[in-house]
């Protein structure tokens, strides 16, 4: 059957205009402890990665390709936090989990291009601390001012594009059953389940789109620390391994968690795991990697933590002195 057409049974129901959004439970006393705690997260999140991008903004010890992209992946992470959490929230304050059409499949696109936009800007990440280490004195030729935007704008775009065709044949599905998403947010996996339309082929799609973009993605950052890893078990010195190492051990964590968590939820057939158990996953996926980006990044970087307490240092003193 099209997707765009409804079989017979189906036309004296009536077109689903808006979805329920069921969140984790209805217990009020949960869902407000609920509240604060993935508030206080949130604005943690905010508050490191704003910082992040400020700091790499204003010290120019920071202006370099590395930064550069640590700066623009704070920024993903603020909007790819920001795009599924307030609408939580909402629902965990006022009890009401509602959401119009229109804003359900656009929170959906945004969730998904952002997502995936996030796993092209690590690559990039991988592939420059490749040069970096692999190439270092073609390096600062390699990676000018020019790649580096083009790099960043490239993830942007292959982000969207690949999640263009998906969401558009997504949306066109007939929702004429039920309108309550088990979800907390308005995940595809969840809407699909919701259709009254045959979406073999558009589960299949969503599979092999996730297959090529984690898959086709991540390889490219393994080859990379491949190459990196025998370059630097070559270096003689053991003080130079450890600084080698310790400029990509941020990343890796970073990528570990995110692809691991990422491929467990959409790496399998869409219904070959609850949806409950699909809601934990993502959770842990839409609040812990974008709040620990910061930290990550901040505490294992000798860099970033001199320039945050140069930072901290001249506000003290601004502060003293406007107290004078």
Same mark, same amino acid.
């Given at each position: ?30 869902? %407000?402890?609920? !509240?604060? #705690? $993935? @508030?206080?997260?949130?604005? +943690? ?111 942007? %775009?292959?982000? !969207?594009? #690949? $999640? @263009?065709?998906?969401?558009? +044949? ?116 839409? #609040? ?37």
């Amino acid at each position: 059957m099209p997707l765009s057409s409804m079989s017979s049974h189906m036309k004296n129901k009536t077109l689903v205009t808006e979805f329920v959004l069921l969140g984790f439970t209805e217990i009020r006393l949960v869902e %407000i402890s609920l !509240f604060v #705690i $993935i @508030l206080s997260l949130y604005l +943690l999140t905010l508050m490191g990665n704003l910082v992040i991008i400020t700091i790499t903004l204003i010290d120019q010890r920071l202006q370099i390709p590395m930064y550069f992209f640590l700066r623009n992946l704070s920024l993903m992470e603020i909007g790819y936090s920001s795009i599924i959490i307030p609408k939580m929230l909402s629902k965990f304050l006022t009890g009401k989990g509602t959401i119009s059409l229109m804003a359900c499949f656009t929170q959906c696109f945004l969730y998904f291009a952002v997502g995936t936009s996030g796993f092209f800007l690590l690559t990039v990440m991988s592939v420059d601390r490749y040069v970096a280490i692999c190439h270092p004195l073609r390096y600062p030729i390699i990676m000018n001012r020019r790649v580096c935007i083009h790099l960043v704008t490239g993830s942007w %775009i292959c982000g !969207f594009l #690949i $999640i @263009l065709w998906p969401s558009v +044949l997504l949306f066109q599905l007939p929702f004429c059953g039920s309108n309550v998403i088990n979800h907390f947010f308005c995940d595809s996996t969840a809407l699909i389940k919701l259709s009254c339309a045959n979406t073999q082929h558009l589960e299949l799609m969503d599979f092999f789109t996730a297959i090529f973009t984690l898959l086709g993605t991540l390889s490219i950052t393994v080859v990379s620390y491949v190459n990196i890893i025998s370059t630097v078990s070559r270096i003689p010195s053991a003080t130079g391994k450890q600084k080698a190492f310790s400029t990509c051990a941020s990343h890796i964590i970073m990528v570990s968690i995110t692809y691991g968590t990422c491929i467990f939820l959409y790496l399998k057939p869409t219904r070959s795991i609850g949806l409950d158990f699909n809601k934990m996953a993502a959770i842990f996926n839409t #609040i812990l990697p974008p709040l620990l980006d910061p930290f990550i990044y901040s505490l294992r970087n000798k860099q970033v933590k001199e320039a945050l307490k140069q930072a901290v240092g001249r506000i003290v003193r601004c502060s003293k002195d406007s107290r004078m």
